[in-house]
């Protein structure tokens, strides 16, 4: 398994997902390493050093590949990441808060450390048409990503977290 300081694991059915999780290893640099989520097993988690977790809220909660590779990887990794590092990206509909709350608790179990406030992106897609559609992330957003993975490859090179 690959060492690498920031793992950056992520989900996207419709793109956007994607899109933030390839800005934010962009930032990171060649300290990031991207994993889509249905790939990640332990040994991946345990390599890292910190985590930027990016995935879409589905249905109000965290969508279910994301889901399932905490399901995977949960009791394999208990009891070996603790105070490690990570952040979040969630793209979202309308709000968002929901998957952010579940993957906190989650990161809790683990005993994880929150290093940088949740980023949410809002799409705005409230019809079934809008939300099946692929999804164009406006640029300031990605560059929001960009500096999220930045600033978790940076803090992860010094010695911050």
């Known amino acids: 398994m690959p060492k690498c300081k920031l793992l950056v694991i992520w989900h ?27 790939r990640v097993e332990p040994a991946d988690l345990l390599a890292a050093q910190g985590y ?10 965290l969508s279910g590949a994301m889901k399932e590779m905490f399901d995977r990887c949960y009791y394999p990794c208990l009891g070996r990441l603790e105070g490690r590092p990570y952040a979040t990206i969630i793209c979202a509909g309308s709000d968002g808060e929901n998957a952010q709350r579940q993957l906190d608790r989650i990161a809790t179990g683990w005993r994880l450390r929150r290093v940088a406030d949740p980023l949410i992106v809002n ?35 010094a010695g911050i977290f």
């Not at 996207?12 to 989520?37: F, N």
């Not at 559609?133 to 993975?149: C, Q, V, Y």
């Open 52 to 61: 930027l977790f990016v995935g879409p809220e589905n249905l109000a909660a």
């Open 123 to 157: 799409t705005d897609a409230q019809t079934p048409e809008a939300t099946l559609a692929p999804k164009t992330i406006p640029e300031d957003r990605l560059a929001e990503a960009r500096d999220l993975g930045a600033a978790m490859a940076e803090g992860l090179a």
């Open 12 to 38: 996207s059915r419709t793109g956007g997902s994607r899109a933030l999780a390839e800005a934010a290893a962009e930032g990171g640099g060649a300290a990031a390493r991207l994993v889509p989520a249905e």
